[in-house]
Protein backbone atom coordinates (compact mmCIF):
# COMPACT_ATOMS: atom_id res chain seq x y z
CA UNK A 1 0.00 0.00 0.00
CA UNK A 2 1.35 3.22 -1.18
CA UNK A 3 0.96 6.24 1.20
CA UNK A 4 1.22 9.37 -0.50
CA UNK A 5 1.92 12.04 1.79
CA UNK A 6 0.83 14.92 -0.36
CA UNK A 7 -2.46 13.27 -1.64
CA UNK A 8 -3.48 12.96 2.19
CA UNK A 9 -2.37 16.63 2.99
CA UNK A 10 -3.98 18.38 0.45
CA UNK A 11 -7.42 16.55 2.13
CA UNK A 12 -7.28 17.38 5.46
CA UNK A 13 -4.92 20.79 5.09
CA UNK A 14 -8.43 22.46 5.78
CA UNK A 15 -8.75 20.56 9.13
CA UNK A 16 -5.25 21.88 10.34
CA UNK A 17 -5.52 24.98 9.91
CA UNK A 18 -8.95 25.74 11.01
CA UNK A 19 -7.80 24.11 14.73
CA UNK A 20 -6.15 27.42 15.59
CA UNK A 21 -8.93 29.78 14.22
CA UNK A 22 -10.94 27.42 16.97
CA UNK A 23 -8.45 27.63 19.86
CA UNK A 24 -8.74 31.36 19.46
CA UNK A 25 -12.30 31.90 20.13
CA UNK A 26 -13.12 33.57 23.40
CA UNK A 27 -15.12 30.59 24.81
CA UNK A 28 -12.94 27.91 24.06
CA UNK A 29 -10.33 29.86 25.70
CA UNK A 30 -11.91 30.83 28.83
CA UNK A 31 -13.03 27.19 29.26
CA UNK A 32 -9.45 25.94 28.67
CA UNK A 33 -8.05 28.60 31.25
CA UNK A 34 -10.64 27.81 33.66
CA UNK A 35 -10.19 24.46 33.59
CA UNK A 36 -6.44 23.85 33.73
CA UNK A 37 -6.90 26.47 36.74
CA UNK A 38 -9.09 24.21 38.27
CA UNK A 39 -6.83 20.93 37.44
CA UNK A 40 -4.00 22.85 38.97
CA UNK A 41 -5.76 23.73 42.01
CA UNK A 42 -6.85 20.28 42.33
CA UNK A 43 -3.24 19.06 41.81
CA UNK A 44 -1.91 21.23 44.17
CA UNK A 45 -4.99 20.21 47.10
CA UNK A 46 -3.87 16.26 46.80
CA UNK A 47 -0.22 16.99 46.49
CA UNK A 48 0.56 19.52 49.02
CA UNK A 49 -2.38 20.80 50.28
CA UNK A 50 -4.02 18.02 52.00
CA UNK A 51 -0.75 16.64 53.90
CA UNK A 52 0.07 20.33 55.18
CA UNK A 53 -3.57 20.42 56.49
CA UNK A 54 -3.75 16.91 57.68
CA UNK A 55 -0.65 17.43 59.61
CA UNK A 56 -1.58 20.85 61.07
CA UNK A 57 -4.76 18.81 62.26
CA UNK A 58 -2.56 16.14 63.53
CA UNK A 59 -0.62 18.32 65.30
CA UNK A 60 -3.85 20.11 66.92
CA UNK A 61 -4.75 17.00 68.01
CA UNK A 62 -1.54 16.05 69.68
CA UNK A 63 -1.32 19.29 71.58
CA UNK A 64 -4.91 18.94 72.80
CA UNK A 65 -3.53 15.48 73.97
CA UNK A 66 -0.81 16.81 75.27
CA UNK A 67 -2.40 19.62 77.58
CA UNK A 68 -5.17 17.12 78.71
CA UNK A 69 -2.45 15.03 79.81
CA UNK A 70 -0.39 17.65 81.43
CA UNK A 71 -3.47 18.86 83.51
CA UNK A 72 -4.29 14.99 84.81
CA UNK A 73 -0.39 15.06 85.49
CA UNK A 74 -0.98 18.07 87.19
CA UNK A 75 -3.84 17.25 89.22
CA UNK A 76 -1.78 13.99 89.89
CA UNK A 77 1.09 15.81 91.45
CA UNK A 78 -1.11 18.15 93.38
CA UNK A 79 -2.33 15.17 95.11
CA UNK A 80 0.60 13.72 95.85
CA UNK A 81 2.04 16.92 97.30
CA UNK A 82 -0.62 16.88 99.31
CA UNK A 83 -0.23 13.38 100.38
CA UNK A 84 3.60 14.14 100.96
CA UNK A 85 2.49 16.64 103.05
CA UNK A 86 0.17 14.66 105.26
CA UNK A 87 2.70 12.09 105.45
CA UNK A 88 5.25 14.21 107.00
CA UNK A 89 2.76 15.52 109.33
CA UNK A 90 2.08 12.00 110.33
CA UNK A 91 5.50 10.50 110.21
CA UNK A 92 5.28 10.16 113.98
CA UNK A 93 2.65 8.13 114.28
CA UNK A 94 3.56 5.16 111.77
CA UNK A 95 5.25 2.82 114.20
CA UNK A 96 1.33 2.72 115.63
CA UNK A 97 0.35 1.49 112.00
CA UNK A 98 3.20 -0.72 111.84
CA UNK A 99 2.40 -1.87 115.28
CA UNK A 100 -1.67 -2.60 114.30
CA UNK A 101 -0.74 -3.72 111.23
CA UNK A 102 2.71 -5.25 110.73
CA UNK A 103 4.65 -6.16 107.52
CA UNK A 104 5.23 -9.75 108.35
CA UNK A 105 3.32 -12.01 110.94
CA UNK A 106 5.34 -11.44 113.90
CA UNK A 107 3.90 -14.00 116.16
CA UNK A 108 6.29 -14.37 118.67
CA UNK A 109 5.20 -10.67 119.53
CA UNK A 110 1.79 -11.76 119.44
CA UNK A 111 2.46 -14.57 121.94
CA UNK A 112 4.34 -12.20 124.04
CA UNK A 113 1.17 -9.78 123.86
CA UNK A 114 -1.18 -13.26 125.01
CA UNK A 115 1.23 -13.81 127.52
CA UNK A 116 1.31 -10.14 129.02
CA UNK A 117 -2.60 -9.70 128.84
CA UNK A 118 -3.04 -13.42 130.64
CA UNK A 119 -1.33 -12.15 133.71
CA UNK A 120 -2.33 -8.99 133.70
CA UNK A 121 -6.11 -10.00 133.49
CA UNK A 122 -5.14 -12.42 136.13
CA UNK A 123 -5.94 -15.71 134.06
CA UNK A 124 -3.90 -19.13 133.46
CA UNK A 125 -2.67 -19.22 129.66
CA UNK A 126 -3.42 -22.99 129.00
CA UNK A 127 -2.09 -23.15 125.45
CA UNK A 128 -1.39 -21.41 122.17
CA UNK A 129 -1.21 -22.26 118.89
CA UNK A 130 -0.75 -20.25 115.51
CA UNK A 131 -1.86 -22.15 112.23
CA UNK A 132 0.23 -21.75 108.99
CA UNK A 133 1.05 -18.91 107.69
CA UNK A 134 1.25 -18.04 104.12
CA UNK A 135 0.20 -22.06 102.84
CA UNK A 136 -1.07 -20.35 99.56
CA UNK A 137 1.27 -20.03 96.55
CA UNK A 138 1.37 -16.23 94.71
CA UNK A 139 -0.75 -15.78 92.45
CA UNK A 140 -3.24 -18.12 93.21
CA UNK A 141 -6.92 -17.10 93.33
CA UNK A 142 -7.71 -17.40 96.71
CA UNK A 143 -4.54 -15.62 98.18
CA UNK A 144 -5.75 -12.25 98.70
CA UNK A 145 -8.43 -13.20 101.82
CA UNK A 146 -6.29 -15.90 103.43
CA UNK A 147 -2.58 -15.35 102.99
CA UNK A 148 -2.67 -11.73 105.02
CA UNK A 149 -3.67 -13.80 108.27
CA UNK A 150 -2.15 -15.65 110.85
CA UNK A 151 -4.72 -17.86 112.44
CA UNK A 152 -4.45 -18.49 116.28
CA UNK A 153 -6.34 -20.53 118.94
CA UNK A 154 -5.68 -20.41 123.04
CA UNK A 155 -7.38 -21.31 125.96
CA UNK A 156 -7.19 -19.68 128.79
CA UNK A 157 -8.37 -20.66 132.37
CA UNK A 158 -9.79 -18.10 135.43
CA UNK A 159 -12.64 -16.47 137.01
CA UNK A 160 -15.19 -15.45 134.55
CA UNK A 161 -14.67 -11.58 135.32
CA UNK A 162 -10.70 -12.40 134.69
CA UNK A 163 -11.62 -14.33 131.93
CA UNK A 164 -14.20 -10.92 130.50
CA UNK A 165 -11.18 -8.87 131.33
CA UNK A 166 -8.92 -10.81 129.09
CA UNK A 167 -11.56 -10.87 126.26
CA UNK A 168 -11.81 -7.23 126.83
CA UNK A 169 -7.76 -6.99 126.43
CA UNK A 170 -8.03 -8.68 123.12
CA UNK A 171 -10.62 -7.00 121.72
CA UNK A 172 -9.17 -3.08 122.66
CA UNK A 173 -5.32 -4.76 121.50
CA UNK A 174 -3.65 -2.37 119.08
CA UNK A 175 -2.40 -5.03 116.76
CA UNK A 176 -5.39 -6.19 114.51
CA UNK A 177 -7.23 -8.79 116.01
CA UNK A 178 -10.27 -10.67 114.88
CA UNK A 179 -11.99 -12.95 116.91
CA UNK A 180 -13.67 -16.15 115.06
CA UNK A 181 -15.04 -17.49 117.97
CA UNK A 182 -14.69 -16.93 121.87
CA UNK A 183 -16.23 -20.43 123.89
CA UNK A 184 -16.70 -20.76 127.50
CA UNK A 185 -16.56 -24.65 129.29
CA UNK A 186 -16.31 -26.14 132.63
CA UNK A 187 -13.34 -28.24 133.68
CA UNK A 188 -13.59 -30.52 136.32
CA UNK A 189 -10.62 -30.22 138.66
CA UNK A 190 -9.97 -31.53 141.67
CA UNK A 191 -10.54 -28.89 143.30
CA UNK A 192 -14.08 -27.80 142.41
CA UNK A 193 -14.95 -26.44 138.50
CA UNK A 194 -12.46 -24.68 136.44
CA UNK A 195 -13.97 -21.96 133.85
CA UNK A 196 -12.06 -22.14 130.57
CA UNK A 197 -12.01 -20.03 127.58
CA UNK A 198 -11.43 -20.53 124.03
CA UNK A 199 -10.76 -18.18 121.51
CA UNK A 200 -9.71 -18.27 118.14
CA UNK A 201 -9.50 -15.81 115.66
CA UNK A 202 -6.70 -14.35 113.05
CA UNK A 203 -4.37 -11.51 113.73
CA UNK A 204 -3.70 -9.51 110.24
CA UNK A 205 -0.33 -8.66 108.36
CA UNK A 206 -0.36 -6.36 105.47
CA UNK A 207 2.56 -8.60 103.48
CA UNK A 208 1.86 -11.90 102.22
CA UNK A 209 4.29 -14.39 103.58
CA UNK A 210 4.55 -17.50 101.79
CA UNK A 211 6.90 -20.11 103.35
CA UNK A 212 8.03 -23.20 101.86
CA UNK A 213 6.70 -24.79 105.20
CA UNK A 214 4.43 -23.76 107.70
CA UNK A 215 5.17 -22.69 110.59
CA UNK A 216 3.64 -23.73 113.93
CA UNK A 217 4.19 -22.05 117.30
CA UNK A 218 5.10 -25.01 119.82
CA UNK A 219 2.18 -25.51 122.34
CA UNK A 220 2.20 -23.79 125.41
CA UNK A 221 1.07 -25.99 128.51
CA UNK B 1 -23.46 17.52 15.45
CA UNK B 2 -20.42 19.73 16.86
CA UNK B 3 -19.17 18.83 20.05
CA UNK B 4 -17.89 21.37 22.82
CA UNK B 5 -14.76 19.16 24.22
CA UNK B 6 -13.72 22.21 26.31
CA UNK B 7 -17.18 22.73 28.20
CA UNK B 8 -16.65 18.92 28.99
CA UNK B 9 -13.62 19.18 30.20
CA UNK B 10 -14.61 21.85 32.49
CA UNK B 11 -17.41 20.13 33.89
CA UNK B 12 -14.73 17.23 34.67
CA UNK B 13 -12.34 19.64 36.52
CA UNK B 14 -15.23 20.83 38.41
CA UNK B 15 -16.25 17.34 39.39
CA UNK B 16 -12.10 16.69 40.13
CA UNK B 17 -12.06 19.61 42.26
CA UNK B 18 -15.61 18.83 44.15
CA UNK B 19 -13.79 15.09 45.18
CA UNK B 20 -10.52 16.36 46.04
CA UNK B 21 -12.11 18.87 48.25
CA UNK B 22 -14.15 16.36 49.53
CA UNK B 23 -11.41 13.67 50.36
CA UNK B 24 -8.97 17.06 51.62
CA UNK B 25 -12.11 17.43 54.12
CA UNK B 26 -12.59 14.16 55.00
CA UNK B 27 -8.75 13.58 55.22
CA UNK B 28 -9.06 17.01 58.00
CA UNK B 29 -11.75 15.61 59.76
CA UNK B 30 -10.12 11.79 60.42
CA UNK B 31 -7.10 13.51 61.95
CA UNK B 32 -8.82 15.19 64.19
CA UNK B 33 -11.25 12.69 65.43
CA UNK B 34 -8.28 9.71 66.03
CA UNK B 35 -5.65 9.64 67.94
CA UNK B 36 -2.83 7.39 67.48
CA UNK B 37 -2.25 6.10 71.37
CA UNK B 38 -3.05 7.48 74.39
CA UNK B 39 -0.64 10.16 75.57
CA UNK B 40 -0.61 9.01 79.19
CA UNK B 41 -1.66 5.16 80.79
CA UNK B 42 -4.44 4.32 83.12
CA UNK B 43 -1.44 3.39 85.63
CA UNK B 44 -0.26 7.01 85.23
CA UNK B 45 -3.33 9.07 85.69
CA UNK B 46 -4.86 7.37 88.29
CA UNK B 47 -4.95 10.09 91.12
CA UNK B 48 -3.59 9.23 94.86
CA UNK B 49 -6.39 10.03 97.17
CA UNK B 50 -4.52 12.64 99.43
CA UNK B 51 -7.44 12.16 102.08
CA UNK B 52 -6.81 10.41 105.43
CA UNK B 53 -8.38 9.64 108.65
CA UNK B 54 -6.10 11.30 111.26
CA UNK B 55 -8.41 10.07 114.30
CA UNK B 56 -7.58 6.49 113.17
CA UNK B 57 -4.19 7.45 114.86
CA UNK B 58 -5.91 8.76 118.63
CA UNK B 59 -8.05 5.69 118.41
CA UNK B 60 -5.03 4.03 118.25
CA UNK B 61 -2.75 5.58 120.79
CA UNK B 62 -5.98 5.22 123.22
CA UNK B 63 -5.60 1.24 122.94
CA UNK B 64 -3.29 -0.90 125.17
CA UNK B 65 -0.31 -2.26 123.41
Known sequence: MNFDWKTEYYRYRRY???????????PVRSFAWLSLTLFAIAFFAV???????ITIAKLNREIKDKKDASQKLQTKINAIVAAQALYARNLDHLPLLEEALP?????????????????ASNVELKTLNFEKIGVSEKGSSSSSSTAN???????????YAYLKDFTRRLETSRRILKIDSAAFSQVKKEEGWQLTLRVTGQASFSKNQVEPKPTQAPSQK | MKKNYSQEIFIISILTLTITVLWVYLGI?????????????PQETRILNPQLDESVFEELKARKI
Open chain 1, 16 to 26: FFSLGKIGKTA
Open chain 1, 47 to 53: MAIRPTL
Open chain 1, 103 to 119: EKSEFPRLAFFFEENAT
Open chain 1, 149 to 159: SLYFSLNVAGD
Open chain 2, 29 to 41: HFALQKSEKPALT
